[in-house]
């Protein structure tokens, strides 16, 4: 089977959990909020991760481990240099394995290897080609996505972990729960 993202197709075999077509857009980007969204990261901790980072569930659960490095190609880096485990859904996991695939193919076309160590969220298309994702490309991005009128007028990545922390105390999430898995050092 040979790897049709490198035919210029722009569809991605992305399902959602409501709807079952065909997703179409930038993986990167929906794996990238999709993170943010749904595991409460700071913007640097997920540009931060590595491929070997998302442990896919192999009969357990899914998590992205948030390691700190001091040498981050990109310069971010995990706030007071904690680690931890931070569990995800199957959607995500899902969402992780077609960009994976998308990512070795486009690495393939290009003749360029990546392994286990290498950046997960890279450069796709532009140079430098497989070079970590920087905080102002993606800022880049939400500024035009603002332009095109998605989401309130004044939103950042970071409103992610905002919500991501409203949406788990409401639903009964103990306060020192939340604040662990946001990484903060107190309630």
Known sequence: ????????????????????RWWTGNLRARLLFALLAETGMRLGEALGLQISDFVMGRGGTPHAAIVPREDNPNGTRVTMMRPRRVYVGTDLERLFADYLTHLACRAAGLGMPISTDSPLLVNLTRPPRQAAMREGTVRHRTAALRKKGSGPAAWTPHWFRHSHATALLPAGTPEWVVSRRLGRAHV
């Open 1 to 20: 089977m040979g790897c049709w993202f490198l035919s210029g197709c722009q569809r991605a075999p992305v399902r959602s959990a409501r709807e079952h």
